[in-house]
């Protein structure tokens, strides 16, 4: 079975500090993909990255970074230079791959809170 | 459209009511997801569409949920004689045949359901 660990339920920094978010998952399957979504107050959920099991690239997109390390199954998010604007909650997730027919459900973690404060 | 629309953004039930959740995915969007968020949870998946296919139902709770989407395109949830364990956030998803697989999906903003 599929399973995401978000262990920090909530994060406060004072802006402009770099902030990283923690995701540790498990899985059986050798392909699979990853992702980080935003959930703002408004509810809708975000879209930031995904990421398949055979690229262990980081990728950064302007003040987000993201490091994949399969050796010890993470996919973590770091903020620089936060702003308040990134308050939100923010959820990682996992699927299965299925070749790209679009069906493929997601396990999402418990998300982490972040507050920013001016 | 040019986003996920759902309707109604709240909801509230007295206990043993039914109740249908309205999803209106983006235009030409082949697949279609709900998923249930309990209150400081992460989203959970329901069922899944393709077309009007439903090909995944594992997530259902019990068999008083119900969805459908006879069309194709919008996509009604039901639940039929709400418990106050039904209160959540269903949130629904769309994607492209080809794009969801590369670009994750397009959530909407949800419906709060309450049950008192």
């Known amino acids: 079975a599929q399973k995401v660990t978000q262990a920090q339920t909530e994060i406060s920094v004072v802006e402009k500090e770099d902030v990283t978010l923690d995701c540790v998952y498990e899985t059986r399957d050798t392909t699979y993909y990853l992702f980080w979504y935003k959930q703002p107050p408004s509810g809708e959920l975000v879209f930031l990255i995904r990421r398949n099991s055979f690229d262990e690239q980081n990728e950064i997109s302007g003040r987000y970074s993201w490091n994949f390390q399969k050796s010890t199954s993470s996919f973590n998010f770091t903020i620089t230079a936060s702003q308040v604007v990134d308050s939100a909650v923010y959820f990682c997730a996992l699927s299965e791959a299925f070749l790209g027919f679009g069906n493929e459900k997601l396990t999402f973690g418990t998300g982490t809170r972040l507050t920013i404060i001016p | 459209g040019a986003g996920v629309s759902q309707s109604p953004r709240y909801k509230v039930a007295k206990r043993g009511q039914d109740v249908a959740l309205r999803c209106d995915p983006i235009?030409?969007?082949?697949?279609l997801f709900w998923y249930q968020q309990a209150l400081g949870q992460g989203p959970e998946f329901l069922t899944y569409?393709?077309?009007?296919?439903?090909?995944?139902k594992s997530g259902l709770p019990s068999d008083r949920f119900f969805a459908e989407r006879p069309e194709g395109s919008v996509s009604t949830l039901k639940i039929q004689r709400t418990q106050q364990e039904d209160s959540a956030v269903y949130l629904c998803?769309?994607?492209?045949?080809?794009?969801?697989?590369?670009?994750?999906?397009?959530f909407g903003s949800g419906t709060r359901l309450t049950v008192v």
């Open positions: 998803a769309s994607s492209s045949r080809t794009g969801g697989f590369r670009y994750g999906y397009t």
């Open positions: 569409f393709q077309n009007e296919a439903q090909l995944d």
């Open positions: 235009s030409g969007h082949v697949s």
